[in-house]
């Protein structure tokens, strides 16, 4: 399988496990399966949903920053990839 980037996470709310993901090269929506990859995170997912200031979206791109429930611990700067089937 082939992972390209899109992103990296920009913020992580702890209590509600979501992560702001600012979108700088190609576009996301709901259904991909992203990885996010860092220094100590490794989670691979589907996105259930996606939010752009607090609005449900089913497709963002480039510029963007969506919100997105995680199901693990990410962090700041931790590296977006979409997987390519």
Not at 8 to 37: M, N, P, Q
Not at 39 to 45: C, E, F
Not at 46 to 53: A, F, G, H, K, L
Request: aromatic content about 4%; cysteine-free; charged content about 30%.
């Amino acid at each position: 399988m082939e992972e390209k980037r899109v992103g990296e996470i920009i913020k992580y709310f702890g209590k509600i496990s979501v992560a702001a993901i600012r979108l700088s090269e190609g576009s996301l929506k709901v259904g991909d399966t992203i990885h996010i990859v860092g220094h100590t995170t490794d989670v691979t997912q589907p996105i259930d949903s996606m939010q752009i200031e607090n609005q449900n979206v089913q497709e963002a791109g480039p510029g963007a920053d969506v919100g997105i429930k995680v199901k693990d611990r990410v962090r700041e700067r931790d590296v977006v990839y979409k997987v390519v089937e």
